[in-house]
């Protein structure tokens, strides 16, 4: 028996226009707006972290720490596949991003982060990959890419 391993088709360029795309490219009524950007930090938190976007749904921002001794940002999160609370390190840039998304739309800190679900995460990225004309990326391409790139460096 052999195993086919498929060959991840979005790239950190790929994944940084995608992301670009969604926070610019997507005008309209205000709950567009806001919903493209949740997206694009849903994608980017996950292409950054490892997290799979389930995971990053369920977050809160109180999940979000700062670790003093190791000078990092992280978070706590519950894996869903093995059912046990792990941590993920959350680069400074990403955590920025979320503290001002927090800010600007006065989140509530003691709920969820997003309030989208997977079916609108999912649609913003098809409609972002159709204006960039890439095909064949799907959500976990992002969670993928993470650990592509762990691999590598």
């Known amino acids: 028996?052999?195993?086919?391993?498929?060959?991840?088709t979005l790239t950190e360029e790929k994944c940084s226009r995608i992301i670009d795309r969604l926070l610019a490219d997507f005008n309209g009524s205000q709950k567009i707006i806001e919903d493209s950007r949740q997206v694009a930090l849903i994608l980017e938190l996950s292409a950054s972290s490892g997290?799979?976007?389930s995971e990053i749904l369920s977050l809160s921002f109180a999940d979000f720490?700062?670790?003093?001794?190791?000078?990092r940002y992280y978070v706590e999160y519950v894996d869903?596949?093995?059912r046990e609370t792990k941590e993920a390190a959350v680069p400074s840039?990403?955590?920025?991003?979320?503290?001002?998304?927090?800010?600007e739309y006065k989140v509530v800190t003691l709920g969820k982060l997003f309030d989208v679900d997977m079916r609108t995460v999912r649609?913003?990225?098809?409609k972002a990959c159709e204006k960039l004309d890439y095909r064949g990326i799907r959500m976990y391409?992002?969670?993928k890419l993470y650990y592509g790139i762990k691999c590598v460096r």
């Open 80 to 82: 869903f596949n093995m």
């Open 141 to 143: 391409h992002f969670r």
């Open 123 to 126: 649609r913003y990225l098809i």
């Open 51 to 53: 997290l799979r976007i």
């Open 65 to 71: 720490k700062y670790d003093d001794g190791k000078d």
């Open 93 to 103: 840039a990403c955590d920025k991003d979320i503290y001002s998304y927090v800010m």
């Open 1 to 8: 028996m052999t195993m086919v391993m498929e060959v991840n």
